[in-house]
T-cell receptor, first 112, second 114 residues
Framework: DAKTTQPNSMESNEEEPVHLPCNHS???????IHWYRQLPSQGPEYVIH???SNVNNRMASLAIAEDRKSSTLILHRATLRDAAVYYC?????????????FGQGTRLTINP | DSGVTQTPKHLITATGQRVTLRCSPR?????VYWYQQSLDQGLQFLIQ???????AKGNILERFSAQQFPDLHSELNLSSLELGDSALYFC?????????????FGQGTRLTVV
């Protein structure tokens, strides 16, 4: 499985932008980059995904490096509700099976 | 609400027993995933089904088994339970399971083995 590397933890202030980095230097040409987050005591929640181009949705933006070896999840204006563990995942396809494998993620703390 | 329903929400049972966890995927989703999350570990992928067929296997113990039924709901069976099996078990579903689709997770079943 192609691996991702994320900082263990990050801290930011409410109403400020947050940039969560992810390195995936062994990414293959057909791997999609997915981001999920897990709020305390809840199941993971889909945030955004992309292949090559930058993506925006109502929750966040995903900026993908030109060589695709890294990406950044951008929360434009953090709220206390954004405090969660954020996972950067490469969708792995092997012989027709598609795993969704989580790493350790980044624990994001938002200060009021 | 993700649309994925897991039952029961909580389960307490004794060592050596067998339990069944149930997952109803979102309407129209064909793929189901099972995960285990212990207190000191991250989300461990167990197994994936697509339209009734097993598609991918992760770190699933031989004491555990799963299936997806014709109505697409799935069950995870855990037998000969040990204290270390205490964890949150999550189910997720997605339309196809291909890399370009997102998965939606249920709220989990908290299993406590005493």
């Amino acid at each position: 499985d192609a691996k991702t590397t994320q900082p263990n933890s990050m801290e930011s202030n409410e109403e400020e932008p947050v940039h969560l980095p992810c390195n995936h230097s062994t990414i293959s040409g057909t791997d999609y980059i997915h981001w999920y987050r897990q709020l305390p005591s809840q199941g993971p929640e889909y945030v955004i995904h992309g292949l090559t181009s930058n993506v925006n949705n109502r929750m966040a933006s995903l900026a993908i490096a030109e060589d695709r070896k890294s990406s950044t999840l951008i929360l434009h204006r953090a709220t206390l509700r954004d405090a969660a563990v954020y996972y950067c995942i490469l969708r792995d396809e092997f012989q027709g099976a598609q795993k969704l494998v989580f790493g350790q993620g980044t624990r994001l703390t938002i200060n009021p | 609400d993700s649309g994925v329903t897991q039952t029961p929400k909580h389960l307490i049972t004794a060592t050596g027993q067998r339990v069944t966890l149930r997952c109803s995927p979102r309407s129209g989703d064909l793929s189901v995933y099972w995960y285990q999350q212990s207190l000191d570990q991250g989300l461990q992928f167990l197994i994936q089904y697509y339209n009734g067929e097993e598609r991918a296997k992760g770190n699933i113990l031989e004491r555990f088994s799963a299936q997806q039924f014709p109505d697409l709901h799935s069950e995870l069976n855990l037998s000969s339970l040990e204290l270390g099996d205490s964890a949150l078990y999550f189910c997720a579903s997605s339309f196809t399971g291909t890399p370009n689709t997102e998965a939606f997770f249920g709220q989990g079943t908290r299993l406590t083995v005493v």
